[in-house]
């Protein structure tokens, strides 16, 4: 895979755009932690525990897309970028389009799949 050209549903974001998704990503791992120990701190209840959904979904995009040097939003949009964060270019073909929605929807997929794990494994956790 190039980093540094755009490929129709395989990769629309180039090292900038991938540096700020791992942010994301170590900002939800972050949240998730500090979350996940204020339910230690405070024996938050199974029910309670479902809270954790947020950080960890933002994890799991921030994961998903740096991993996969893909953006959900720009996929969605028809776009990509490999300059400066937020110059973005728009994709020129409907076929380009269709392939980026149909990358956007798996990862979007792959995204809560695993959010969806965190949280079970949070709430069975619990005391």
Same mark, same amino acid.
Do not use: H
């Given at each position: ?19 700020? /998704? /791992? ?73 380009? /389009? ?30």
């Amino acid at each position: 895979m190039s980093e540094n050209n755009y490929i129709p549903g395989t990769c629309n974001i180039g090292p900038a755009e991938i540096r700020r /998704r /791992r942010i994301v990503m170590w900002l939800g791992c972050i949240l998730s932690i500090i979350t996940i120990a204020s339910f230690q701190q405070n024996n938050a209840s199974r029910f309670d525990r479902i809270s954790i959904f947020l950080p960890a979904f933002v994890f799991s995009i921030g994961f998903v897309q740096s991993r996969k040097k893909f953006c959900l939003a720009f996929g969605f949009m028809g776009a990509f970028n490999f300059g400066k964060v937020g110059a973005i270019t728009k994709v020129l073909t409907p076929e380009q /389009r269709s392939a980026d929605r149909k990358t956007a929807v798996t990862l979007l997929g792959q995204a809560l799949l695993l959010t969806i794990v965190i949280v079970i494994l949070t709430v069975a956790l619990a005391k």
